[in-house]
């Protein structure tokens, strides 16, 4: 573990390896476990045991590479999945993120750091015709976390990529209930109703207007989903979580029209998830960038 640190911000950041950057789904590099405002306020939460499915060891700002070729490899073959390694296929199916996996081989990340910044370098080896050469550089100013994020196709075949940060968050751990309030500038008006799940089922979640929140505290997992083609154009798409009682917010800022949005929350985490999707030919990169904001109103 080691901390990036400015005036106002401590980040700290969980090696490869190293609890809980031990997931077979979240790239191992830049993974943001906790961030601190003014030495007292914390915003990462950590992915809760009580899902539908096995926690896959998410936490704080973790981004994950979707690209699954899995349905490319024979049973007894690797296939990789981006930013965490070669995973050998031991039934047909399709990658599953939480799965524990028997063999795995992680890629290496190379990094390096000084007081307020760090840079992350990941390379896979060829497989099955792909390969891609990752890069984040993590600045910390003020009260502000910037990432650049590249990704160079060093591969033989085309990559169509969607990649997003989960942005587990909280605001110092109060659970979910009306004083949280989830601005979206950009998505069509919720109204003020209570609003249904993905998959139809009624929801905690409450419309207001371009944004969110909560009808009540809830145990259970509640998301709601936007497509690119009902979000609003505007770079950055920005987005912010605030919490009316504590006087305390979050704010992103994302360089790239959303591919979708997924917001989901359960307990005391309101994940915000901004996808986005490119394509990299051979030879080619690709490069955007993210901004979080933390404050306070007091």
């Known amino acids: 573990m080691f901390s990036l640190c400015s005036k106002r911000l401590r980040v700290e950041i969980a090696e490869p390896g190293e609890s809980p950057n031990v997931s077979l789904r979240f790239d191992r590099a830049s993974y943001i476990s906790d961030v601190v405002l003014d030495g007292s306020y914390h915003f990462c939460a950590s992915e809760p045991k009580n899902l539908i499915h096995p926690s896959s060891m998410g936490r704080g700002l973790c981004s ?3 690209f699954d070729v899995s349905s490319e490899a024979a049973i007894g073959e690797y296939f990789p999945k981006f930013g965490v390694g070669l995973i050998r296929k031991e039934e047909d199916e399709q990658y599953i993120f939480h799965k524990k996996y028997r063999d795995v081989q992680p890629f290496p990340v190379f990094y390096s750091h000084t007081e307020d910044s760090a840079h992350f370098e990941t390379e896979t080896p060829l497989c099955l015709g792909y390969a891609m050469k990752s890069i984040r550089d993590i600045t910390v100013h003020d009260n502000s976390i910037t990432m650049l994020i590249r990704a160079e196709n ?3 075949k085309a990559i169509a990529m969607r990649e ?3 942005n587990f968050l ?3 751990g109060m659970a979910l209930g009306s004083d949280y309030h989830i601005a979206l500038p950009g998505i ?3 109204r003020h109703d209570r609003l249904k799940n993905r998959n139809g089922s009624s929801s905690s979640f ?3 207007g371009e944004g969110l929140t909560f009808c009540e505290f809830s145990a259970v997992a509640t998301s709601i989903a936007f497509d690119q083609k009902d979000i609003r154009n505007s770079l950055p798409f920005t987005w912010k ?4 009682g504590a006087k305390m917010w979050c704010q992103g800022e994302d360089y790239f029209h959303p591919f979708r949005i997924d917001v989901w929350a359960v307990d005391h985490i309101i994940a915000p998830e901004i996808s986005h999707t490119f394509t990299v030919a051979p030879g080619e990169s690709h490069e955007y ?3 979080w904001t933390f404050g306070t109103d007091f």
């Open 64 to 66: 994950e590479w979707c």
């Open 154 to 156: 060093t591969g033989e």
């Open 164 to 166: 997003f940060c989960h």
């Open 170 to 172: 909280s605001v110092d």
């Open 188 to 190: 069509p008006d919720q």
């Open 206 to 208: 409450r419309g207001e």
């Open 241 to 244: 979580i605030t919490h009316q």
């Open 289 to 291: 960038k993210r901004i």
